[in-house]
Nanobody
Framework: QLQASGGGLVQPGGSLGLYCAAS????????MGWFRQAPGKEREFVAA????????YYTDSVKGRFTIFRDNAKNTVYLQMNILQPDDTAVYYC?????????????????????WGQGTLVTVSS
């Protein structure tokens, strides 16, 4: 089970940190990803991290602004979001990919993820 938290309202240029706590399963063997879905748009890949944390991927629009990291001892994955923009407004979902692969083709593809959190809303607005 995945529980995403940390969403809220923030002004453009501001920062927000999301976190996703896992219970059950073997968190340290899962690749973890963050995806988002804006109103009227399809769900899109945001960031992903390999099971050991040594490999990360980001969609181009968030590179340099967002950072994904994980703490396997706490069964938690984080997404630090800086310099937020209105286009970042969306429901953010965390998800777990259980194959253990660190390849981009696996971790950036939402179809490869088995477990999903309930989503947390991020609104960037003045």
């Amino acid at each position: 089970q995945l529980q995403a938290s940390g969403g809220g309202l923030v002004q453009p240029g501001g920062s927000l940190g999301l976190y996703c706590a896992a219970s059950g399963g073997t968190f340290s063997t899962y690749g973890m990803g963050w995806f988002r879905q804006a109103p009227g748009k399809e769900r899109e890949f945001v960031a992903a991290i390999s099971r050991g944390g040594g490999t990360t991927y980001y969609t181009d629009s968030v590179k340099g602004r967002f950072t994904i990291f994980r703490d396997n001892a706490k069964n938690t994955v984080y997404l630090q979001m800086n310099i937020l923009q209105p286009d970042d407004t969306a429901v953010y979902y965390c998800a777990a990919e259980v194959s253990g692969s660190s390849r981009y083709a696996m971790l950036a593809n939402s179809d490869k993820y088995v477990y999903w959190g309930q989503g947390t809303l991020v609104t960037v607005s003045s």
